[in-house]
Nanobody
């Protein structure tokens, strides 16, 4: 069983930066990891994913060039560096782990989820 705990959310002005972290209780070094987000009244959407080795990453078009996903398998952590934040980036951000190691934008491919961390962006 893997537990994921996100941290680093908060309130930031538009144009600012935040760094989200996700700490796993178990070993996730062979798992694909991803970040999703959900804004009020909207469906959960894919943000970024990283392969188990860290060698491959994928980003939603809306965050490409502004967000960077990374992982440290020795520490069982995944991070999401968010720069040039926009009001439309405001959401609850969730960390997810996929035990099959499949690198995907589909939430169904991920088996473990964190509780989420709130990101608020003021204009």
């Amino acid at each position: 069983q893997v537990q994921l705990v996100e941290s680093g959310g908060g309130l930031v002005q538009a144009g600012g930066s935040l760094r989200l972290s996700c700490a796993a209780s178990g070993r996730t070094s062979r798992y694909a990891m991803a970040w999703f987000r959900q804004a009020p009244g909207k469906e959960r959407e894919f943000v970024a994913a990283i392969s188990w080795s860290g060698g491959n990453t994928d980003y939603a078009d809306s965050v490409k060039g502004r967000f960077t996903i990374s992982r440290d398998n020795a520490k069982n952590t995944v991070a999401l560096q968010m720069n040039s934040l926009k009001p439309e980036d405001a959401a609850v951000y969730y960390c997810a782990a996929g035990t099959r190691g499949k690198f995907s934008r589909r939430s169904i491919e991920y088996d473990y989820w964190g509780q989420g961390t709130q990101v608020t962006v003021s204009s």
